[in-house]
């Protein structure tokens, strides 16, 4: 699927006034007819535009990436999960890139993933943690100051949402051992794993889990070498760093 074929951005899917008007549903909905309406058009932007979307969404995954893809969708599938991945976002001051956002009934979780080696000194409140692998030590953004702008990207399309319904989580899918403790929302692969099947409370219905879909997909850049292209520039005009 060419890149021009895919919307690029939130305009791109939404010039039709009934599209428009999924960005305006009512915190309450009634189950009326405009709202199974409604409803059906969420799913109906969601999944189309995202089945196009996820047959390029493995020329933009990392090997870690990858690997937390896979797992993910072979332990937690439709309806009560969609998983959606290179996930880029409009903000005001330029764009953000999410690894995974998996929306489900007990939670939208932001993935921010990280394929390390070596070992990981880490400390939640400091700005940079440190990698030491053979005799090489090299410093890297807190993943998970780094994922606090992913959060905040998804909470404003889904401020719909309960307080606390959109969550961080870091996962470092390579062979590294923390030699620190590992901080409170960091896991392993298998981690990560145990935490979501612990995560039964429900805080949105299957509905609701369709139209943060379809809200998400509409939102989204394409998946584009074009995208990442200016995802970088955007960066760089910030502070010089990735997140």
Request: glycine share 6%; proline share 5%; hydrophobic share 40%.
């Amino acid at each position: 699927m060419s890149p021009e074929r895919l919307p690029h951005s939130p305009s791109a899917v939404s010039n039709h006034d009934v599209i428009q008007n999924l960005w305006h549903l009512p915190h309450d909905w009634m189950l009326d007819g405009r709202t199974i309406l409604y409803i059906i058009l969420a799913l109906a932007v969601g999944f189309v535009v995202g089945r196009r979307r996820a047959l390029r969404v493995g020329s933009f995954q990392n090997r870690g990436e990858a690997l937390l893809s896979r797992v993910t969708l072979r332990n937690f599938g439709a309806p009560d999960y969609h998983l959606m991945n290179h996930v880029t976002l409009q903000m005001k001051d330029g764009t953000t890139q999410v690894d995974h956002v998996l929306v489900s009934r007990f939670g939208v979780f932001v993935i921010e993933t990280k394929d390390y080696q070596g070992w990981i000194f880490a400390n939640a409140k400091q700005a940079n943690w440190t990698q030491v692998l053979f005799k090489w030590k090299s410093k890297f953004q807190n993943p998970i100051f780094q994922n606090a702008r992913h959060v905040r990207a998804v909470q404003a399309l889904l401020d719909f949402l309960p307080p606390g319904a959109v969550r961080s989580i870091v996962v470092f899918t390579g062979d590294a051992e923390f030699k620190t403790p590992m901080p409170q929302g960091v896991h392993s692969i298998s981690g990560f794993i145990d935490y979501l099947r612990e995560q039964t409370v429900e805080v949105m219905s299957i509905n609701r889990v369709q139209f943060c879909v379809g809200r998400l997909e509409t939102a989204r850049l394409a998946i584009s070498g074009k995208t990442d292209v200016e995802h970088i520039r955007s960066l760089e005009r910030r502070h010089g760093r990735p997140d």
